[in-house]
């Protein structure tokens, strides 16, 4: 493997500056720099020359071994002042060494998955955190990056190699000291695992709301204050206001966090019927979004609402400002009034749907897992099929581990064999 080096924090004049070097020639381009090795792990000031001797920083070092490192090879951290010109002189440095070169994006934690420090799932959960905005997101992604999913693929994975297993030594070893009659014992094995498949798909969908952001659609009659309510929990000028009816034709989205969930709040047309041809297609598009959000948000002027309410809709009086004692929740843009009351109640609504959330956050763990699901929902048709279909139960089972192998990036076929001779005493 090349020894590869980046900058690990972000660009720009800071306090400090981590410049990370991962690779068999790691330690020894320390040695380059003039520094005497600290121990690993083991953090230590050292002062950094180029190869001219001149004094490039006072940084402190860090080495981690390959068996102790982020990405299974030998490590090195420069910690400098974080100003660009020691950053870039440092990287000139770096990049004149024979033996390294420049870290493509994301090659560190590629190195990661590689050498088995990280699964597919975890290096997802990573990403996520790195772009992790709100409270929900951090912990979720942090979930993810602590490896509780493949954890969780461990476990499927081995109850379904023992199904194999089972039908396979039927087939193989028929004059074995092996069960008779295993078709109670791989149904079991099978309605476990199916169970906890069947879940872990269904809380995809709330799971991806958390990573991707809840919609609140602002819906309601032309000039009931739904531009200026959006404008209030923005706190800033995102759309356009005025007392001429039917200003927003488009829909206007802001993002925020609202009680530490992700939420894109929608400004929509006002609905109402209208021969305007262009406030039409605006209302068209107010429709289409609101019915497709998560919650929606009526915003009440005392006219009848073209769309119908769900029931965990929220219903608000606008205008509060103007006056009024109509019960339930009142709001005003203007003034501010009740605009906490009502992000209170977005949180109450959308907290229900966020709890469904599982540990497969991606589309494509759910990809993975409806294979997972149809490889053995043939596996069953064909163990309840008789003695004559048992290979044919055996082969989708081993689909149905192929899925799971794909779902955290690793693909093993000798798994099997050893359950077989383990679990039987084969061979011996």
Known sequence: METIFATATARGKAGLAVIRISGPAAWAAVTALGAPLPEPRKAALRLLRDPAGEVLDEALVLLFARDASFTGEDVAELHLHGSPATVAAMMRVLGDMPDLRLADPGEFTRRALENGRLDLTQVEGLADLIDAETEAQRKQALRVLSGALGNKVEGWRAQLIRAAALLEATIDFADEDVPVDVTPEVTALLDTVEADLKAEAQGT????????????AIVGAPNAGKSTLLNALAGREAAITSEVAGTTRDVIEVRMDLGGLPVTVLDTAGLRETSDAVERIGVARA?????????????????????????????VRGKADLGGDAPGLAVSGKTGEGIGQLIQAITAALEPLAARAVTATHERHRQAILRALRAMESARREVESGPDRVEL??????????????????????????????????GK
């Open 205 to 216: 969908e709330a799971a991806e709301r958390i990573r991707d952001g809840f919609e609140v």
């Open 287 to 315: 429709t289409e979004r609101a019915m497709a959000a998560d919650l929606r948000v009526f915003l009440l002027d005392g006219s009848t609402p073209q769309l119908t309410p769900e029931a965990h809709d929220l219903l």
């Open 393 to 426: 139960a055996a082969d989708e089972l081993r689909q149905a581990i192929r899925a799971l192998d794909a779902l955290v990036g690793r693909i093993d076929v000798e798994d099997l064999l050893g359950e077989i001779f383990s679990s039987f005493c084969i």
